[in-house]
């Protein structure tokens, strides 16, 4: 109990649950949408805004939200265009933002200090009350709007198409995205380090995915490990002396081995009792339909006999069936994300 008595370990573990629940609830619709690495692209960028403030001598984790912020609009509006020279361009983002934020550093006063190693790996320990209140603030804003729009987004992610027949504004709520993903790297730079943050998004969530079979499970779960793995790295690191970031990675990237373990047992039970009791059967009714999956309003072509005639006068094995109509609604994520 010990560890849990100085201030600067509270504000760590304080920090650590932050985190924890922050990167894997943006990461999961990365993994959704195959940008697993985006977070790691943004961790560039944000190089350039610790090293603006700190030649300008302001707050380094304020000056990163705004640079990311940019820089993960210019990365969707590339994306979304689908140029062939896409990479390139944002290879050079990420370069560029690399190469400037250590010329920024060098230039100012604080170049001699190593804080900006703290940056990069993350120096957990070395969390102020003030960085916290931001972590904590920029935390609360990211969880609201994954967790508010989890229906939206979710449906963007996994067809953006389909989404955008049904009504949403795919574009809206794919820069919104990408300015979650921007504000969660900031948020976890000091935890884990801009070189590592992609990892706390993506590490969790691939975790999960190995034992769990909804969207919604999936995230719950990922949030759980984030959590844990956190807590555990930050507590190791203190007893053991090492570096929090790392630490913190190496024991997610555990959890994913054990997670594997597991569910290779697990798909067998599965696919025993699947075979067992017959292949499953879809329980999603659409308008118009009862609950066994037939149209109210349609006739029984057995109950009529062979030569029932349809409405028109046609044969009824011929004769085409009333539609149910379909809405936005039905076929939108809400269902899909339960």
């Excluded at 400037?100 to 320990?125: D, N, P, T």
């Excluded at 807590?231 to 990675?249: E, F, K, M, N, R």
């Excluded at 190496?250 to 067992?276: G, M, N, V």
């Amino acid at each position: 109990m010990e560890m849990f008595q100085p201030d600067f370990m509270q504000r760590a573990f304080l920090a650590a649950v932050l985190v924890g629940i922050t990167a894997p609830s943006v990461g999961i619709y990365l993994v959704q949408r195959r940008q697993a690495l985006m977070g790691d692209g943004i961790g560039h960028v944000a190089l350039t805004g610790v090293g603006l403030g700190f030649l300008f001598q302001a707050n380094p984790i304020w000056m990163a939200v705004l640079v990311c912020v940019l820089g993960a609009i210019v990365m969707e509006l590339v994306r979304a265009r689908g140029n062939q020279r896409g990479d390139i361009a944002l290879a050079m983002l990420f370069y560029g933002g690399m190469a400037g934020g250590k010329l920024l550093v060098s230039m100012s006063s604080q170049a001699g200090s190593g804080s900006l190693e703290s940056y990069l790996w993350g120096s957990i320990l070395t969390v102020s009350p003030g960085d916290l209140a931001v972590i904590g603030g920029l935390a609360a804003v990211v969880v609201a709007v994954t967790a508010g729009l989890r229906r939206q987004l979710f449906a963007v992610c996994q067809d953006e198409e389909f989404a955008r027949v049904t009504g949403l504004p795919v574009r809206v709520l794919n820069l919104l995205l990408a300015v979650m993903a921007a504000v969660t790297v900031t948020v976890a730079m000091r935890v884990v380090g801009l070189l590592l943050v992609s990892a706390l998004m993506v590490v969790p969530v691939a975790a999960a995915q190995q034992l769990t079979r909804s969207f919604a499970a999936t995230q719950a779960a990922a949030v759980s490990v984030g959590v844990v793995t956190a807590l555990l790295g930050v507590g190791t690191s203190y007893q053991a002396d090492l570096p929090s970031g790392p630490t913190i990675v190496i024991l997610a990237i555990l959890a994913f081995a054990l997670f594997s373990a597991i569910a290779a047992p697990l798909a067998k039970r599965r696919h025993r009792a699947a075979t067992e009791h017959g292949p499953a059967v879809c329980d999603v009714v659409l308008p118009g339909q009862n609950p066994n999956g037939h149209d109210p309003n349609a006739q029984d072509l057995n109950a009529l006999g062979p030569h029932a005639q349809g409405p028109n006068g046609d044969d009824a094995a011929e004769a085409p069936l009333p539609k149910a109509p379909l809405s936005g609604e039905t076929l939108s994520s809400r269902g899909l994300a339960q």
